[in-house]
């Protein structure tokens, strides 16, 4: 029972380069939603789908695009990094209801990346 | 602005003892919080929610509390054990808003 996968585990970007983070989950989840955790400031939430062919904007989206064209999978990719992108990202997932009391986030084991 | 607030991000406490992790809110119209857990190089993982309507709920060595009125919720792990040792994280509502994380040490 994998859960939510997440590759790769550790990236090292230029400032301007691209790539795409992977997220996979097989619990067959509606939703699924990107976040990215920083010192002091917790985890916030950048992107969010409630089902296939859904995404909506989080908190801070800003450099970052998703899409969703299979329920299992949710890739976050950065257009043109930046310093300020360096951080550890977290994918998630649950049941519809985007992680509610009865429905709580499953979360995979983040990347954590650095761009220099 | 961040709508939840964990204003200690550290606790020490000795083995056995109660902890105690508290967390404050701006919105009053959320419907529900949890408390997630998290080990180093590891997602966080569900421990324990409330719903607004409730003021109590409990789960083992878990309880948390929530004062409406005060906008506060707390987390209470009576007794702590070692395995507590981890950065718990408030979040309320739906995309959740997520606090700063509070280190818990649980001292032998």
């Known amino acids: 029972n994998a859960g939510v996968t997440q590759t790769p585990k550790f990236q090292v970007l230029k400032t301007g380069q691209s790539m795409t983070l992977q997220c996979a989950q097989d619990?067959?989840?509606?939703?699924m939603s990107w976040y990215r955790q920083d010192p002091g400031m917790g985890l916030r939430l950048i992107h969010y789908s409630v089902g296939a062919g859904i995404t909506d904007q989080g908190e801070v989206p800003n450099g970052y695009n998703v899409s969703r064209s299979t329920t299992e999978d949710f890739p976050l990719r950065l257009l043109s990094a930046a310093p300020s992108q360096t951080s550890v990202y977290f994918c998630?997932?649950?049941?519809?209801?985007?992680?509610?009391?009865?429905?709580?986030?499953?979360f995979g084991n983040g990347t954590r990346l650095t761009v220099t | 602005d961040q709508q939840v607030k964990q204003n200690s991000p550290s606790l020490s406490v000795q083995e056995g003892r109660i902890s105690i992790l508290n967390c404050d809110y701006t919105n009053s119209m959320f419907d529900y919080f949890l408390w997630y857990k998290k080990y180093p190089a590891e997602g966080p993982t569900f421990l324990i929610s409330?719903?607004?309507?409730?003021d109590k709920n409990e789960d083992g060595r878990f309880t948390v509390f929530l004062n409406k009125s005060a906008k506060h919720l707390s987390l209470h792990i009576v007794p702590s054990q070692p395995g507590d040792s981890a950065v718990y994280f408030c979040?309320?509502?739906?995309?959740?808003?997520f606090g700063a994380g509070t280190t818990v040490t649980v001292r032998a």
């Open positions: 409330i719903s607004s309507i409730k």
């Open positions: 619990m067959n989840h509606e939703y």
């Open positions: 998630a997932s649950s049941r519809a209801g985007g992680g509610t009391y009865n429905s709580p986030l499953h």
């Open positions: 979040a309320a509502d739906y995309k959740l808003s």
